[in-house]
């Protein structure tokens, strides 16, 4: 289902605010601060925050993942420790999709040990996810130049941020699948074929500048979907239509023109945007 990521194009607001913004564009869903749904839970109960999502006629998409997985340890376990509330406030409303990016190389860590590194940190977060029903997705990194200058080099592929997710071994570990990854990472859509329902998290869709060779695109230098065509939008979205993929997707195109946009228009053009591709995928109104 269409889901809006108001970070992604610079939207702020209340989440009731944010809510009548996606659904007047048309979105289906809603991506939502795990922080903000929790204190709503506390403070006014889960019924009164599925309430607002079913009032809305929206699904809740993903969440991004609140802990400091990246600090020292001590900041890292006190962070921790705070997850399990952020995951039983979501499970209770539904959302049980958390997200997180992993960077595709390392100025300390060689491959081998990073990997092991990325293990033992990511176990005890999936632990706690896992015993709240919520399942994490991993992002992979694409773009060479993201890694081009850095003294270690790590993991940039589907394949390999699924091994990791394998080798963590809870069970609740997949995708955050970003077709400007797949697609600056040399990926194919035969690739996506070999993909379950149960690998996929979450998902984020965009274009790329055009006229720019494929080993020098910038991270944050993006396109809205369908925008320039560069990427096989179609492809990608048919692809995970046949595999079974029935969760979120979400624009992120980081446009300062989209930022630029009153929050109601932003809204509007980041789904006008996604809906192009979404019909030529020939997708209706559910993928």
């Known amino acids: ?81 705070k997850l399990s509330e952020y995951a039983a406030a979501g499970a209770a409303v539904g959302a049980t999709r958390v997200a997180q990016w992993v960077p595709a190389a390392s100025d300390e860590l060689n491959f081998r040990d990073n990997f092991q590194w990325h293990v033992d940190r990511f176990k005890p977060i999936a632990e706690v996810l896992a015993e709240h029903g919520c399942r994490l997705g991993l992002e992979f990194i694409g773009p060479r130049t993201m890694r081009v200058d850095k003294p270690y080099g790590f993991i940039h592929s589907m394949d390999g941020m699924l091994a990791l997710g394998y080798a963590v071994e809870t069970g609740n570990m997949g995708l955050l699948l970003d077709c400007w990854h797949w697609y600056t990472g040399l990926g194919t859509v035969s690739d996506l074929m070999g993909l379950t329902n149960d690998d996929i998290v ?86």
């Open 202 to 287: 979450h998902v984020h869709v965009n274009d790329a500048p055009d006229g720019v060779d494929i080993s020098e695109h910038i991270d944050n230098q993006r396109a809205l979907p369908s925008e320039t065509g560069v990427i096989d939008l179609v492809g990608f979205l048919k692809a995970l239509s046949e595999v079974g993929y029935d969760g979120p997707v979400s624009p992120e195109p980081f446009s300062q023109e989209v930022r630029a946009m009153p929050a109601e228009e932003a809204v509007r053009t980041t789904y006008e945007a996604l809906n192009q591709g979404w019909t030529a995928a020939g997708l209706g109104e559910e993928v």
């Open 1 to 81: 289902f269409k889901s809006l990521t108001p970070g992604a194009i610079g939207v702020k607001g209340s989440l009731e605010e944010i809510l009548g913004y996606a659904k007047t564009a048309g979105f289906q869903g809603l991506d939502v601060n795990i922080q903000e749904i929790t204190s709503l839970v506390n403070e006014k109960g889960a019924d009164h925050v599925k309430d607002m999502f079913s009032d809305a006629n929206m699904q809740i998409g993903a969440w991004g993942l609140p802990v400091n997985w990246r600090g020292e340890n001590d900041e890292f376990m006190e962070s921790l420790s």
